[in-house]
């Protein structure tokens, strides 16, 4: 089982960034594929990016591709996120979970508390 908690959300104005943290406790976070997901307001948790277990392949959405980017420390059991050239359609709750993929769909498990990410225009 892998505990996981989010921070590093906040506000910043469009155009700007935001790095997520995601600490994760537990002997096996290294064997699990995580990922990031989000919920805006009024709107169903969609999917934003995914990483291996080894950090070599990741996975964006298209919404978030060219400006986000997934990475993982191992050692540390952290996932980070960086987000750059935030939109003021990028604000959301950002939930990190352990990502599972079904065909094209992907879905997550064990997921953490979520940090709101809001992004003025």
């Known amino acids: 089982q892998v505990q996981l908690v989010e921070s590093g959300g906040g506000l910043v104005q469009a155009g700007g960034s935001l790095r997520l943290s995601c600490a994760a406790s537990?002997?096996?976070?290294?064997?699990?594929?995580m990922g990031w997901f989000r919920q805006a307001p009024g709107k169903e948790r969609e999917f934003v990016a995914a990483?291996?277990?080894?950090?070599?392949?990741?996975y964006y959405a298209d919404s978030v591709k060219g400006r986000f980017t997934i990475s993982r420390d191992n050692a540390k059991n952290t996932v980070n996120l960086q987000m750059n050239s935030l939109k003021p359609e990028d604000t959301a709750v950002y939930y990190c979970?352990?990502?599972?993929?079904?065909?094209?769909?992907?879905?997550?498990?064990?997921w953490g508390q979520g940090t709101q990410v809001t992004v003025s225009s």
């Open positions: 979970a352990v990502a599972l993929k079904s065909g094209s769909s992907w879905y997550g498990d064990y």
């Open positions: 537990g002997r096996t976070f290294s064997s699990y594929r």
């Open positions: 990483i291996s277990w080894s950090g070599i392949s990741t």
